[in-house]
Nanobody
Framework: QVQLVESGGGLVQAGGSLRLSCAAS????????MGWFRQAPGKGREFVAA????????SYADSVAGRFAISGDNAKNTVYLQMNSLRPEDTAVYYC????????????????WGQGIQVTVST
């Protein structure tokens, strides 16, 4: 089992950048596929970005492709989401998740979730 804790959220102006971190404890993250999801008020949780177990494959939602980048640091057992050119529609609670399957882009594919962290983008 793995425990996930997100950090790095906050308030940023449109066009700005933030980097979210997801620190893991309990097990090595390299044994999981990792993903980021988000949930805006009144909406369902949606896929943002993911990489496969071992990091060989990455996938992004169309809405963030070219602006966001997912990466991992095995030495720190941490996954990151670099978010650039932020837009007000990126405002949401962001969740880090770990999957025991080799790769997953759906909520149902993930087994472990962080508590979420708020990102607010102002106009």
């Amino acid at each position: 089992q793995v425990q996930l804790v997100e950090s790095g959220g906050g308030l940023v102006q449109a066009g700005g950048s933030l980097r979210l971190s997801c620190a893991a404890s309990g097990r090595t993250l390299s044994t999981y596929a990792m993903g980021w999801f988000r949930q805006a008020p009144g909406k369902g949780r949606e896929f943002v970005a993911a990489f496969s177990r071992g990091g060989g494959l990455t996938s992004y939602a169309d809405s963030v492709a070219g602006r966001f980048a997912i990466s991992g640091d095995n030495a720190k057992n941490t996954v990151y989401l670099q978010m650039n050119s932020l837009r007000p529609e990126d405002t949401a609670v962001y969740y880090c998740a770990a999957a025991t399957v080799p790769v997953a882009v759906e909520v149902i594919g993930y087994d472990y979730w962080g508590q979420g962290i708020q990102v607010t983008v102002s106009t």
